[in-house]
């Protein structure tokens, strides 16, 4: 039985464009993401004799802080407690969409080459007449 060179390099392209699919197909269950950090605080209060100062276990809080980047200034929103916890869920989401993105970027990157080598394989083999 002899094997055909090309036959490994098509089931490399196969196997990329499965995996991409598979990707794409994460991109469906995307839910509502936003861009930059949050972070639930305890702060101390102004007043020195206030327990918050020796024992941080009575710090005051916790308050919700969402903290982002725009027009390359640091904008920082106070969240209520019911934002808070949405909003970092929605951070998550931003940073597995930012993951899915470029693992998407790479795979497609070796397809590209995947591709590109079979074509010149191809062409090399069956030269057209001019």
């Known amino acids: 039985m002899t094997r055909r060179p090309n036959s490994s390099r098509a089931l490399a392209v196969d196997r990329y464009a499965q995996r991409f699919l598979q990707l ?22 102004g007043q020195p004799t206030c327990a918050c100062h020796t024992d941080p276990a009575k710090r005051h809080g916790p308050y919700w802080e969402w903290t982002y980047k725009a027009k390359g200034k640091t904008v920082n929103v106070r969240l209520s407690a019911e934002a808070g916890p949405l909003f970092k869920t929605a951070s998550r989401q931003h940073r597995k969409i930012k993951s899915l993105l470029a693992r998407l970027e790479r795979l497609s990157q070796n397809a590209l080459k995947a591709l590109a080598k079979a074509k010149t394989t191809e062409s090399a083999k069956n030269p057209s007449p001019t």
């Open 24 to 45: 794409k197909n994460e991109l469906q269950n995307v839910e509502y993401f936003c861009k930059g950090t949050v972070l639930e605080r305890r702060m101390k209060c």
